[in-house]
């Protein structure tokens, strides 16, 4: 296999002439002005950060349908701005575990517990932090919000750009140690291309992920704090308060027309370069979609050719900097066994004495009862996901074959699929909430599909994109032999999608996990419906300010989580990986 050489999509159109006014064009002024408004747009939301809490220039969050293009604006900034922060995170998490063999020990398992931590989890202790560095300053509740939008966005990354950087081919490595590349160079000549695909596809996949915090990041209730951001998810929250329906579904359109904003805008021109770094040579359905109208666009523009052409190169020169070590080709060097001994000492004695202060901790804050009354909680939650996941794996195998197996059917659900992923499904609860009440519906019941309505389109997803790619010789074979019904369900279809099911399976799994702190307990007015697990301990905890109950259930949840993960998820993933899989 061989990488796609990356080729810029600016081209000047005068070699080295400098740009003057008589160059521009119609396309240019238009642009020129949108980014002059959109720089004083964001300006002026960036503004208030620094005012103080109490200041008259922060106002009450209003109802009216003319604020939420301005709410809109402050969350979307927010979502990017903790986009930016996972990409920092990524780089340096996922560089630093792919190439050192040590660092690797330790940090992708962190990494595994860090998924595993329900997202809310972090409210408590965040706010409190960022609060007490910026005492009395709406910087310091920006800031928790982000990072609490951050948890919900990096981990995904982290890995996926791990996994990428440890899956480079192998013939490409040597061909970097024929060109006497140093560690640098390769780094960004070879390894960020290759990873690029993956990093575009999971940064959308972070934001769909980010969107489901908004609301619990922009309104933060931790004991006898109460802090509201102006922001989509403060407004959707003021308007569960007070029984407003309209507001919640005006709040759905705006979101849904920002979503759409800056998916057309970022992410499908984003999604369009990326296939250029494609390790693969056979045509996909991301391959087959139409060029973006956006690019189509930027490339009328001689102003945004000339600065892309600049920037670009600018990278280039950057990129080959002769920084690192060249590859040299000696024997790598190995820990003697006393070095063995040593490491995995040190790492044994940190965990011994982690454990002690923990059993410290718990010996003082709990009692036996009340850890085994969590684990049952949890134990009850665990149903819940288990038969959600299942409910949705029979929903949308059937479906995901059907549309994969239909290149261009495939491509338009495609799009469709990645929207309803983007929408947060918190929204949505309010309605829940309302025809519980009105029907007089059992909350332990009919609470539980909450948990699961952003997380299926995961499954759905993944499911397309192995029918998609599932080899047409083998479909054609078992056409010949005129296998059919669930013959061809068992023997050809399912073994060819099973690694695509198992990741997006994983996937609605934790999701379903982190949703159930948010779902066991929704709320409409002052009406406020509870279901038995450890979500609703967790988000009960956390308003009323109990650390030491949010502590306990934020453990045993992940505890829990990453059970699943290392009995059940990863060595079906292994073993699916090892012999189901094409080569």
Known sequence: ??????????????????????????????????????????????????????????????????????????????????????????????????????????????????????????????????????????????????????????????????????????????????????????????????????????????????????????????????????????????????????????????????????????????????TRFRLDVTPSIGAAAPEPWTLKLLRHTRLLSVCGGMLLAAGRKVGMLPLGRRFVPTAQPRLSDAGRWLWWGIWGCIFLVALEQAWSYASAFYTSEQIFHVFLLGGITLLRVVSMVCMASMIWVPIGVWLGLDPVRARHVQLVVQYCAAFPANLFFPIFVIVIIHFQLVPDIWLTPLMILGAQWYILFNVIGGASSFPGSLLEVGRNFHVSGVLWWRKIMLPGIVPYYLTGVMAASGGAWNAAVASEMAQWGDVTLKAHGIGSYIAQATVEGSVSRVVLGVVVMSLFVMTMNWVVWRPLSAYAYRRLKFS
């Open 1 to 274: 296999m061989t990488a796609t050489r990356p080729e810029t999509s600016f081209r000047s159109p005068a070699s080295s002439s400098p740009l003057s006014i008589r160059h521009l064009n119609s396309v240019d002024a238009v642009l020129l002005v949108c980014v002059i408004g959109a720089a004083i747009l964001v300006g002026n939301s960036v503004r208030h950060m620094l005012a103080p809490l109490s200041s008259p220039a922060v106002a009450p969050l209003h109802l009216n349908i003319a604020w939420l293009p301005g709410y809109a604006l402050r969350t979307t900034l927010r979502m990017f701005a903790a986009l930016a922060l996972s990409l920092v995170f990524t780089f340096c998490y996922a560089t630093l575990a792919a190439k050192n063999r040590r660092a690797e020990h330790v940090l992708v398992p962190l990494l595994d517990v860090l998924q595993s931590v329900p997202i809310l989890g972090f409210l408590t202790f965040t706010v409190t932090f960022f609060l007490g560095l910026f005492p009395g300053r709406v910087l310091g509740a920006e800031l928790a919000a982000i990072f609490t939008i951050f948890t919900s966005q990096a981990w995904n990354m982290a890995m996926g750009m791990y996994q990428s950087l440890k899956s480079v081919p192998e013939e490409l490595e040597e061909a970097a140690r024929c060109f006497g590349l140093t560690s640098w160079q390769k780094f960004w000549r070879l390894e960020v291309p290759c990873a690029i695909p993956s990093l575009v596809w999971n940064s959308m996949m972070s934001m769909a992920g980010g969107w489901f915090m908004v609301v619990y990041s922009e309104t933060i209730t931790v004991g006898n704090t109460h802090i509201v951001l102006p922001g989509i998810g403060a407004y959707v929250g003021v308007a569960i308060s007070q029984r407003n329906i309209g507001a919640v579904f005006a709040a759905i359109i705006a979101m849904l027309l920002a979503i759409l904003a800056y998916d057309q805008i970022v992410f499908r021109p984003l999604a369009s370069w990326a």
